[in-house]
């Protein structure tokens, strides 16, 4: 619900299927994929997917057709996913660091460190990064969109894109490799 | 000689007009401090493209496709979903003391059925409790609730309570395996005034329709479960 998405109960599913909506469904895989790399969480990413599919169907008519439409869907997933953390951050109060979270394992501490690897190293490398470097790195490295249109997307310089990408991508290898712990956090 | 990250991610890529690539590459054959900045540039770069790559191949959840499609062949993933869903309780309740909640790891529940040994093992004290403590009951950890699959295959929430907060976990074995750790979600400040949601919890109950598990057991089902060391009825 944080997302906006309609909760359950008060869902009416579409009336139909239009050429527009099962290019959605084609798309879902990598809408998630992407949902993931910003939310962290599947529940959470699942939640942005589901508010960008509703919100991209009441808003069809504004879709320009020959234009990518996984970048838009990415903009409007992403632009929910802002939505949320603006009013998420004062709702659900400083997150907790997961060393914190850790010391209360108590009893069976191993087994959440064992969780914590298995969410695999660079998954958790990646959500690490700041939010900045992480779509910057999503959407060019992940989702092969060009610099020039993950530029556009974000309204930002396309110098600005190669940068977040350069630092992200730097961050990644080097906690990658060990040599220190991922910079920005 | 220094070179902005920008230029030796180029160069990293291939992407560089070839008078500009030739001058770096020879800056970086020159320097073993630019040298690593470009390896390390290109490790992160091809750790970034496979990551989350699973999640492609995750089944979509029926939700999301009911969103985009019209509701005829939509099933509930089990039969007493709906009636579940109906019941359930508010999962955020204001006012009271959840200050922060966390996800901390999910391990793919996916990987129950691969027989991969790696990821999502437990310790031996929660791996007695799942197999003989009965739900309800006082403990570290406390089992909540169990579930069947409908392979065989068996998930159960337990819940670690201390001062600080709470971690719920679903744990799952498919029969004659081990039990392996598939979702752990700590919650800050929920050991006081706030019961355990247990699979009412949004990630765990995700957790478990992607699983198809079935509703909680009854406590006569669960007793003789855990009799016959959850193996199958005969």
Not at chain 2, 194 to 219: Q, S
């Amino acid at each position: 619900m944080r997302w906006g998405a309609t909760p359950r109960h008060q869902r009416g599913a579409p009336t139909q299927v239009t050429p527009f909506a099962e290019s959605l469904v084609a798309l879902l895989p990598r809408l998630r994929r992407f949902a993931r790399v910003l939310a962290g969480s599947a529940h959470e990413a699942d939640d942005l997917v589901q508010a960008a599919c509703e919100r991209a169907l009441r808003a069809e008519a504004s879709f320009a057709a020959g234009t990518r439409l996984d970048a838009w869907m990415f903009a409007i997933l992403r632009n929910l996913w802002l939505d949320g953390r603006r009013g998420g951050a004062a709702r659900r109060g400083p997150p907790m660091p997961l060393e914190a979270a850790e010391s209360i394992a108590g009893a069976d501490g191993r087994a959440l460190a064992e969780a914590r690897l298995a969410l695999g190293q660079v998954e958790r490398a990646l959500l690490r990064l700041p939010p900045e470097q992480r779509e910057a790195i999503a959407l060019v490295c992940i989702e092969g969109l060009s610099f020039r249109e993950a530029a556009d997307m974000l309204g930002v310089p396309i110098g600005t894109v190669m940068s977040r990408v350069a630092r992200g991508r730097l961050a990644l290898g080097r906690s990658l490799a060990g040599a220190e712990p991922v910079a920005g956090v | 000689m220094t070179l902005p990250d920008e230029t030796l991610m180029a160069f990293a890529d291939g992407t560089l007009p070839a008078e500009a690539a030739a001058r770096v590459a020879a800056a970086v054959a020159a320097d073993p401090a630019l040298a690593e900045r470009v390896a390390e540039l290109r490790a992160g770069g091809a750790a970034a493209r496979g990551a989350f790559a699973h999640v492609l191949a995750e089944p979509v959840p029926e939700r999301l496709l009911a969103a985009l499609r019209p509701r005829a062949p939509a099933a509930a993933p089990w039969p007493g979903a709906a009636a579940a869903a109906a019941r359930r309780p508010p999962r955020w309740r204001g006012g009271l003391a959840i200050a922060a909640s966390l996800l901390l790891g999910l391990v793919g529940g996916w990987s129950l059925r691969g027989g991969d040994p790696g990821p999502g093992r437990i310790g031996p004290d929660l791996a007695a409790a799942l197999e003989t403590q009965p739900s309800g009951l006082p403990g570290a950890p406390a089992l909540l609730t169990t579930h069947a699959l409908a392979d065989g295959g068996t998930c159960r929430v337990f819940t670690l309570e201390e001062g600080e907060g709470s971690l719920t976990g679903l744990a799952c074995r498919a029969a004659g395996e081990p039990w392996r750790l598939q979702a752990l979600v700590a919650r800050r400040g929920a050991a006081q005034g706030f019961a355990p949601a247990g699979a009412e919890d949004p990630v765990l109950a995700d957790m478990l329709e992607r699983l198809g598990a079935g509703p909680a057991l009854t406590e006569a089902e669960e007793r003789a479960a855990i009799a016959r060391a959850w193996r199958q009825p005969r």
